[in-house]
């Protein structure tokens, strides 16, 4: 079964901290994996996008790196701010169908402190 | 940003009642869906849609239908609103991008309270 689990559930932290989430998952066949931002009551919005030949990408304070071996991903935030605190969404989408089918974590929800 | 949108943001029926939620994109794709949102959860696909006159179920049933008349427009339907049906509904779209990888884009969602 295709699968996207994500860790913590919840994260708080300091202003300023740096903080890492994590992503496993079971989707096959392995076409992308994107972190998306979604703030409260909005829409996600994509961040990165991970290809199976990727195993970093940067993108500001966001670095997300991928472990297609191990089926692994995790998102680097850097010295976060208040604006960071939201659900960070990992996704994954599959090569099998045209559909480009979307697997959907469950999300981290993120809270920056003062 | 993405050029998608829902309508209305927030609405509170009452049960029995019929209701449409609009989603419009004027990006030109052929891809269209909904999910259902519960707070704290993953996202639900409930309905897909490959272009007009193409629609279908998604993984987690659904009361709710849709229709893709034309290609901009995905709304749905809830025939008679039960507080079962309380909760958020993401509109999105996708084609491949010019890497050939697919990426959604969200709408603002709609929080339905019935």
């Known amino acids: 079964k295709n699968q996207v689990e994500q860790s913590p559930q919840s994260l708080i932290i300091l202003e300023g901290k740096n903080c890492t989430l994590q992503c496993n998952y079971t989707v096959s066949p392995f076409s992308n994996l994107r972190w998306y931002k979604q703030d409260t009551g909005r829409g996600p919005v994509s961040l990165t996008i991970m290809t199976f030949s990727e195993n970093t990408k940067s993108n500001r304070r966001y670095t997300a790196t991928l472990d297609a071996d191990t089926k692994q991903s995790s998102l680097h935030i850097t010295a976060s701010q208040l604006s960071d605190s939201a659900s960070y969404i990992c996704v994954v989408s599959d090569r099998g169908s045209t559909l480009g089918r979307l697997y959907f974590g469950r999300g981290t929800q993120l809270t920056v402190w003062p | 940003e993405a050029d998608i949108y829902q309508t209305p943001r927030y609405l509170v029926i009452g049960t029995g009642k019929k209701i449409t939620l609009e989603c419009s994109q004027t990006m030109g794709h052929d891809k269209m869906y909904w999910y259902q949102q519960d707070p704290g959860m993953e996202l639900h696909l409930i309905h897909y849609?490959?272009?007009?006159?193409?629609?279908e179920k998604g993984d987690l049933s659904s009361e709710s239908t849709v229709s893709r008349i034309r290609t901009e427009h995905f709304p749905l339907t809830l025939e008679s609103a039960r507080p079962s049906h309380t909760s958020q509904y993401l509109c999105?779209?996708?084609?491949?991008?010019?890497?050939?990888?697919?990426?959604?884009?969200f709408g603002q969602g709609t929080r339905l309270t019935v």
């Open positions: 849609s490959y272009g007009v006159n193409s629609t």
């Open positions: 999105a779209s996708s084609d491949p991008t010019l890497t050939g990888h697919t990426e959604a884009f």
